[in-house]
T-cell receptor, first 116, second 108 residues
Framework: NAGVMQNPRHLVRRRGQEARLRCSPMKGHSHVYWYRQLPEEGLKFMVYLQKENIIDESGMPKERFSAEFPKEGPSILRIQQVVRGDSAAYFCASSPLPELSNQPQHFGDGTRLSIL | QQPVQSPQAVILREGEDAVINCSSS?????VHWYRQKHGEAPVFLMI?????EQKGHEKISASFNEKKQQSSLYLTASQLSYSGTYFC?????????FGTGTRLTVIP
């Protein structure tokens, strides 16, 4: 029973390039959450998606960042024209139901993004 | 809405006990606890629900006091494998708000 799968594990980009991070949720989970973690800090919420819908993107920077969760395939977090400050670990989590008060989120191993 | 954890860091010898606290300025309905080892994904430990319920996971247990808007994680007879950063999380409408983290180091 595969867990949350993220790829790539490590991604290096030069300033100005695009970064695409992928997340396949656990089987049976249709709710996906993206978090960003800077070194020595906690996880900061970015966006919550269900299949084909963005439910809450209140944590996403207004520019350069976008996310999708198509009907078929993984969820994608896309960062255009990357800058040094985008360097971080990006984690994806999934859950089977939207109510977070009484069920855990299951995290993937993350993508470590480094900007040269 | 980010909860505050204390202490920020703690060093224990194997077999010693520790308490990690998580406080929120907002009303709490549930508290999640996760452990993250360096370079790895956060791993779910337990959820505490409103009602002062205490839960356990091996020798790790937690309590939840909704009146004080805080939760405490208790690690007893610590093992080397307990080392990592512990995060509490409080549920918002569509996401978890994670605390600042407590780095726990267990030494032989």
């Amino acid at each position: 029973n595969a867990g949350v799968m993220q790829n790539p594990r490590h991604l290096v980009r030069r300033r100005g390039q695009e970064a695409r991070l992928r997340c396949s949720p656990m089987k049976g989970h249709s709710h996906v959450y993206w978090y960003r973690q800077l070194p020595e800090e906690g996880l900061k919420f970015m966006v919550y998606l269900q299949k084909e819908n963005i439910i809450d993107e209140s944590g996403m920077p207004k520019e350069r960042f976008s996310a999708e969760f198509p009907k078929e395939g993984p969820s994608i977090l896309r960062i255009q024209q990357v800058v040094r400050g985008d360097s971080a670990a990006y984690f994806c989590a999934s859950s089977p139901l939207p109510e977070l008060s009484n069920q855990p989120q299951h995290f993937g191993d993350g993508t470590r993004l480094s900007i040269l | 809405q980010q909860p505050v954890q204390s202490p920020q860091a703690v060093i224990l010898r194997e077999g010693e006990d520790a308490v990690i606290n998580c406080s929120s300025s907002k009303a709490l309905y549930s508290v999640h606890w996760y452990r993250q080892k360096h370079g790895e994904a956060p791993v779910f430990l337990m959820i505490l629900l409103k009602g002062g319920e205490q839960k356990g996971h091996e020798k790790i247990s937690a309590s939840f006091n909704e009146k004080k808007q805080q939760s405490s994680l208790y690690l007893t007879a610590s093992q080397l494998s307990y080392s990592g950063t512990y995060f509490c999380g409080t549920a918002g409408a569509n996401n978890l708000f994670f605390g600042t983290g407590t780095r726990l180091t267990v030494i032989p």
